[in-house]
């Protein structure tokens, strides 16, 4: 294999698919040399395979607001890789979805469900619905719509949704109880469930949680403890949320808080009242960060600024794709910063983390970082197919001990000749190995 020879191709097919692209070449560049040392792989076309989804289903969908007009949205779900398991992947409403970002996301989610070590292949859909400033009934709506459509083409052992950006608990119950009454039957097709109704305990802490705890392992290889340091993160849904909130249990102190508006600073740290109120800033719509420093006198609020920009010994991006770019990583790297954890997907740019490989500081990639989110999905899954319950003790010990075994995964395939761990090239490889192996032992179909 040649990286050059396949992204040639797919940017003959696919060159307005940035995103897409841009995850595809991480991957293939970490992989090459080993992909090169199986030639049973090259014979069977493995990588030209596994860079093209098994499918995308798009369709329209119209529904009535609450002033009687017809909207009308684009919505899509890909189905990329099911080699070892379902496929199992969030559902994304935002203006910005499009393909090359559900695919994007789908093809980062096959080596992200891999690494877990449960049986899940990689998926993802959404629409480009704006759920900001819409009532419950409209987007109760919309969630029905979505799913009337989609039912046919999922199930419990063959494609199981969770939520991501702009689908939570809310819009999940919504799905899940239309898919109830269309396929006549209760079972564990969608994640992130209500509590009520088969949902896992600590489901929406998950994907933060698992981050920090991953953060402690990465901090370890070099002997360094993570309480008393100074942590950012970048956004204030869940999984910025769920990182505050253990980082702070953990004795760190989460200084910095941004959003699309600017830049909280809080020399006093975090607190729980503190860390509650992110979920406040969420629930108003409005995208902001700024009305933080009005509640909490003595932190600041810096408009058109990014957490990165905040001196840190570990930044920890949230949010969006590609939020954290090359100026910001050497901004990160003058201040002095120690670790750099994507919890977003794909949330620095390739030239941010040629950056911080270049300067020897600790950096993991999102499909290792935030796996934990999918992680407890999977333990959701099991708990539904067992018609059972954990507590949420149990559920975060299977998540402490796949975080761990996820940054073992890094450590065997990515430690460099001068002791280095190149986590990027880690998690590819561990990832990639799993799912090519598969592949190859079911044969060409």
């Given at each position: ?7 040639a ?35 069977a ?5 596994l ?8 369709f ?14 684009l919505a ?12 199992k992947g969030?559902i994304?409403?935002h ?6 970002i559900l ?6 989610q ?11 292949g ?14 419950d009934n409209?987007?109760m ?6 799913i009337?459509?989609?039912?046919r083409?999922i ?13 939570g608990?809310?819009e999940?119950?919504?799905?899940y ?12 097709v ?9 949902g896992?305990l600590?489901?929406?802490e998950?994907t ?6 991953f ?7 070099k002997g ?5 340091k ?9 999984v910025?949320?769920g ?5 702070t249990e953990l ?6 808080l941004?959003?699309?508006?600017g830049?909280?600073?809080d020399?006093?740290?975090m607190?729980e009242?503190k860390?509650a ?9 409005n995208?902001v ?8 006198p003595g ?6 600024k990014k ?6 010994d570990?930044a920890?991006?949230c949010a969006f ?15 002095g910063v120690?670790?750099?954890?994507e ?5 620095c ?9 270049k300067a020897?500081?600790l950096?993991?990639?999102?499909k ?11 333990l959701e899954?099991t708990q539904?197919?067992?018609?059972i319950?954990?507590t949420?003790?149990?559920?975060d ?7 761990n075994?996820i940054h073992d ?17 880690g998690?590819?490889?561990?990832g990639f190995?799993?799912?090519?192996q598969?592949?190859?032992e079911q044969g060409?179909i």
């Amino acid at each position: 294999m040649k990286v050059t020879e396949i992204m040639a191709e797919l940017e003959k097919k696919h060159g307005h698919e940035k995103e897409y692209l841009q995850a595809v070449h991480e991957v293939l560049e970490s992989i090459e040399d080993i992909y090169n040392q199986h030639p049973e792989f090259e014979k069977a076309k493995i990588i030209e395979r596994l860079v093209e989804p098994d499918r995308i289903f798009t369709f329209r969908i119209s529904w009535v607001d609450d002033k009687g007009d017809v909207q009308n949205n684009l919505a899509y779900r890909v189905q990329f890789n099911n080699a070892i398991g379902p496929y199992k992947g969030g559902i994304r409403f935002h203006p910005s979805v499009n393909p090359s970002i559900l695919k994007f996301l789908g093809f980062e989610q096959t080596y992200k469900n891999a690494l877990t070590t449960l049986p899940m292949g990689g998926g993802k859909g959404g629409s480009d619905f704006n759920p900001k400033g819409k009532s419950d009934n409209e987007i109760m709506r919309f969630c029905q719509a979505y799913i009337t459509e989609l039912w046919r083409h999922i199930g419990p052992d063959t494609d199981v949704p969770a939520g991501d950006i702009g689908v939570g608990g809310r819009e999940v119950g919504y799905m899940y109880g239309m898919y109830k009454k269309l396929a006549r039957e209760n079972t564990g097709v969608l994640t992130g469930k209500g509590a009520t109704f088969g949902g896992s305990l600590i489901r929406p802490e998950a994907t933060g949680f698992g981050a920090v705890y991953f953060v402690t392992h990465m901090l370890k290889t070099k002997g360094i403890d993570i309480k008393g340091k100074r942590v950012s993160v970048s956004g204030f849904g869940n999984v910025a949320w769920g990182a505050a909130l253990k980082a702070t249990e953990l004795g760190a102190k989460v200084v910095a808080l941004s959003g699309p508006d600017g830049v909280i600073i809080d020399e006093a740290g975090m607190n729980e009242e503190k860390i509650a109120y992110m979920l406040e800033l969420r629930a108003s719509n409005n995208d902001v960060v700024a009305p933080y420093a009005t509640k909490f006198p003595g932190s600041q609020f810096i408009p058109g600024k990014k957490s990165f920009s905040v001196k840190v010994d570990i930044a920890m991006p949230c949010a969006f794709q590609n939020e954290l770019n090359g100026d910001d990583a050497r901004e990160l790297i003058k201040n002095g910063v120690t670790c750099v954890a994507e919890v977003s997907n794909m949330g620095c740019t390739p030239e941010a983390i040629e950056e911080f490989i270049k300067a020897k500081v600790l950096f993991a990639p999102g499909k290792a970082v935030n796996a934990g989110g999918v992680a407890v999905s999977g333990l959701e899954m099991t708990q539904n197919a067992m018609h059972i319950s954990w507590t949420a003790e149990e559920v975060d010990a299977k998540l402490k001990q796949i975080m761990n075994s996820i940054h073992d995964a890094c450590i065997k395939y990515g430690t460099q000749a001068d002791g280095y761990v190149n986590y990027v090239k880690g998690a590819n490889i561990a990832g990639f190995m799993k799912v090519a192996q598969a592949t190859l032992e079911q044969g060409v179909i």
